[in-house]
């Protein structure tokens, strides 16, 4: 499967936030992994990505670790723009749906979770 370096920063995100959800044992695990496998990626995606910002972006006087970003024309939009849109394969884990048992999910939640679910 697909996914551009914005799309697993905000799949991660999403399955981070819901790290208390009561999934049920195997979908925790399969989750755990898929979490594991996206990081992975996403490591070398934030360290290029904040090469980036130390790049172009002056600091902060007095505010450790922030960045005040450069005007619209400076290159650090279009880098960062290819950034996030370079398309990672990855193989996720899957599931299926009734390993969810009578689980309430939102739908934002039901939406991260699809490329996790398999196909009947």
């Known amino acids: 499967m697909k996914f551009t ?3 697993l920063m905000g799949l991660y995100n999403t399955l ?3 790290k208390n959800a009561s999934f049920p044992a195997k979908v925790s695990f399969i ?3 898929n979490e594991k496998k996206i990081w992975d990626i996403l ?3 934030l360290v290029a990505k904040n090469q980036a910002i130390e790049k172009y972006c002056k600091p902060i006087e ?3 670790g922030k960045f005040q970003l450069p005007p ?3 290159p650090y939009w279009k880098e960062t723009s290819d950034l996030d849109s370079i398309e990672n394969e990855i193989e ?3 599931f299926s749906i009734q390993d969810l048992g009578d689980m309430e999910l939102s739908l934002e939640l039901m939406n991260v979770l699809l490329p996790m679910i398999e196909e009947a």
């Open 92 to 94: 996720l884990r899957k």
């Open 16 to 18: 981070i936030e819901q």
């Open 43 to 45: 490591q070398d995606y």
């Open 72 to 74: 619209q024309d400076s």
């Open 62 to 64: 007095g505010e450790e």
């Open 5 to 7: 370096n914005l799309d």
């Open 31 to 33: 989750i755990a992994q």
